[in-house]
């Protein structure tokens, strides 16, 4: 597991192309018959990526977390962005088809990854947080997910934002997740921006073509920083920092919030002319 430390508002200001993308971009989330997994001080969440092919991989607690078993203390939310598989929780099994979800509560101890065809294999993305309380584990069918509509087409931002761990789809302690696609010709994500001094988010990239990128928006409303990423990369934003972005094509991303409260609507927005 790879430890990132929290970063000082004044300290990120001065920070290089090359530091940036070392405090805050997680690349290669999906290593084959592995489990890749970093930890963030921010609000000391972990975010990761397992791609099981022909092994079943099993979610360990390490020392980083100092618990017995993963989610000891956490809660655990994961979507699936690859070929169908499975999560065995305890004996149970729960199958996910490509884009479906799946919260799993503190105390839940055994907790297995599987593909259903090693030459099309599941991706499971997933982000944990610290939880202080139990829930009962919930699949989230692609289709279930709450949909809410925004932007437009005269904006470059029409796009539906899908809730799928959300108070009004299941209950969780304090982890949101959902996913976010845009259609095509549709090329910006969360702006106008925001922030959100209660909550940190992170942004998980997908389904971007080949030879595209994203321009991730970053930093202070009057300080901000671009990251440049690509397919399958996270990143992660600090309370403190907006969080947007534009491709050269469109595509789709997974957000996960963790923090103070679970209102998704709890935004400080930022005026376009304020922005600099």
Not at 194 to 199: A, G, M, S
Request: glycine share 8%; proline share 5%; with cysteine.
């Amino acid at each position: 597991m790879e430890i990132r430390g929290a970063v000082n508002i004044e300290d990120a200001k001065h920070y290089t192309t090359e530091r940036l993308r070392n405090e805050f971009l997680i690349e290669d989330l999906f290593v084959p018959e592995k489990i890749k997994m970093v930890y963030s001080h921010i609000d000391r969440i972990i975010v990761g990526g397992t791609y099981p092919k022909n092994e079943e991989l099993i979610l360990r607690a390490g020392k980083e977390i100092g618990a017995n078993y993963f989610l000891e203390r956490r809660e655990l939310g994961i979507i699936n962005i690859g070929g169908k598989g499975a999560v065995v929780i305890e004996g149970e099994k729960y199958s996910l088809e490509p884009k479906d979800g799946l919260y799993i509560g503190m105390g839940t101890k055994d907790i297995i990854f599987t593909s259903d065809d090693a030459s099309a294999p599941a991706k499971f993305y997933f982000n944990s947080a610290p939880a202080h309380k139990t829930y009962p584990t919930v699949k989230v069918v692609a289709s279930e997910a709450k949909p809410q509509h925004l932007g437009s087409v005269e904006n470059s931002n029409k796009r539906t934002i899908n809730k799928y761990i959300h108070p009004d789809v299941c209950k969780s302690c304090q982890l949101l997740m959902g996913m976010t696609i845009l259609e095509p010709q549709n090329i910006w994500n969360t702006m106008p921006c925001h922030t959100h001094e209660r909550r940190m988010e992170v942004y998980f990239y997908f389904n971007i073509p080949d030879d595209n990128v994203v321009f991730h928006y970053m930093g202070e409303p009057k300080e901000t920083r671009h990251i440049v990423l690509r397919n399958e990369q996270a990143v992660i934003s600090p309370s403190w920092s907006i969080h947007s972005g534009v491709g050269t094509s469109n595509y789709t991303f997974i957000w996960g919030m963790v923090g103070e409260n679970q209102t998704f609507s709890d935004m400080d927005d930022v005026k376009m002319v304020d922005l600099k």
